[in-house]
């Protein structure tokens, strides 16, 4: 099971330390052409992508949760931090357990 970055070169760069292959996308077409790079590999099992890049492809973000089982695609917020109206990582990580982290 491999993952897979998609965002600014901050974001992608710190994954790549983890081990995680990426992809920087700065334009709506970077975006799309990461991510069908990622779809195109089998063993691909979750994309993670920062807000800010999957907000320039929404449509295809939806269509891909929505008609396929794999891969899982995960929002992140980026180095400047969730876009507004989006909740923080950490409220989504305690509303998913039910309880609060440090």
């Known amino acids: 099971m491999k993952f897979f970055?998609?965002?600014d070169e901050e974001t992608v760069l710190?994954?790549?330390?983890?081990?995680?292959?990426?992809?920087?996308?700065?334009?709506?077409?970077?975006?799309?052409?990461a991510l069908a790079g990622a779809l195109a590999a089998s063993d691909c099992a979750?994309?993670?992508?920062?807000?800010?890049?999957?907000?320039?492809?929404?449509?295809?973000?939806?269509?891909?949760?929505?008609?396929r089982e794999r891969p899982l695609i995960v929002e992140i917020p980026g180095p400047e931090g969730p876009l507004p109206g989006r909740r923080s990582l950490r409220e989504i990580v305690q509303e998913a357990i039910g309880m609060g982290i440090a």
């Open 5 to 7: 970055c998609i965002g």
């Open 14 to 33: 710190g994954f790549g330390l983890a081990g995680v292959e990426g992809k920087p996308a700065t334009t709506p077409e970077q975006t799309r052409a």
């Open 46 to 67: 979750v994309v993670i992508i920062t807000d800010v890049a999957a907000e320039g492809i929404r449509p295809e973000i939806e269509a891909i949760r929505f008609e």
